[in-house]
């Protein structure tokens, strides 16, 4: 699978809830469903104002041309070793400037965030969810426990398959103590299209997928989730130093 069609795999979950990206999820489900990508479809994604911006500064960043290649996609979604390789100066600036981010939350909050630069933070997806978007005021969604656990990116294994309905076993993130932690593991029921050309649509029961708004994005090894969960964890710590 290509990077473009990878990336809307992720991408469609919360731009079927009108989230996030421009108002076409019938299209981008279209090209999922056909297993297919071409011009349309990547200029569908980059009308997603968050999402572009990062692939395009890890793509950089990386001396990579493509912002969707396939590296570039696993390095936010899941996490790899491009992120590695971001200078906190430069991470810096895409978040003043690509992301516009001091412009949407209070002048104390980007300065926790800087403290959170220093300290490691890299462009994952889940650091963005954890500590800059449920800072920024700017979402109708209420920034419920429930909302930052289906925003993060999760890995879940697969225990029951029963035609379109797929039963994972998954953490959630929850609040305990007073800091945001994974949970126990919870079977959770996920919902898939049996027409639909892409090989999710193959899987049995012990794979594990990837889930973003508790959409199926696709099949990864053991040692893809174990790098998500890291980052993950990662984004988790920087977020409960300032809840």
């Not at 570039?72 to 978040?95: P, S």
């Not at 639909?196 to 199926?216: A, L, M, N």
Request: aromatic share 10%; charged share 25%; glycine share 6%.
């Amino acid at each position: 699978m290509d990077g473009v069609l990878r990336c809307s795999r992720y991408a469609f979950g919360p731009n079927r809830l009108h989230y996030c990206g421009p108002d076409a999820n019938r299209e981008v489900k279209a090209y999922i469903d056909e297993g297919v990508t071409d011009v349309g479809l990547e200029n569908l994604l980059l009308q997603f104002k968050t999402m572009y911006p990062y692939l395009e500064f890890i793509a950089y960043a990386n001396k990579i041309q493509d912002p969707f290649d396939n590296r570039v996609v696993g390095a936010y979604w899941l996490g790899n070793d491009l992120l590695q390789n971001i200078e906190k100066k430069h991470f810096h600036r895409h978040l003043i400037g690509n992301q516009q981010i001091k412009r949407k939350i209070k002048s104390k909050d980007f300065e926790y965030l800087e403290e959170k630069l220093k300290k490691g933070a890299v462009p994952h997806h889940s650091f963005h969810v954890l500590n800059v978007w449920r800072r920024t005021g700017n979402f109708d969604l209420e920034h419920s426990l429930e909302s930052l656990s289906e925003c993060v990116v999760s890995a879940g294994k697969i225990i029951e398959i029963k035609g379109p309905a797929i039963i994972v076993e998954t953490e959630p993130i929850i609040y305990a103590d007073r800091k945001l932690c994974f949970g126990s593991p919870i079977k959770k029921k996920l919902n898939r299209r049996l027409e639909s050309e892409y090989d999710i649509e193959q899987i049995k029961s012990g794979d594990t997928i990837s889930i973003h708004w508790s959409v199926p994005c696709e099949v990864i090894s053991l040692q893809q989730a174990e790098i998500l969960k890291k980052y993950t964890l990662q984004s988790l710590k920087l977020a409960n130093q300032t809840i």
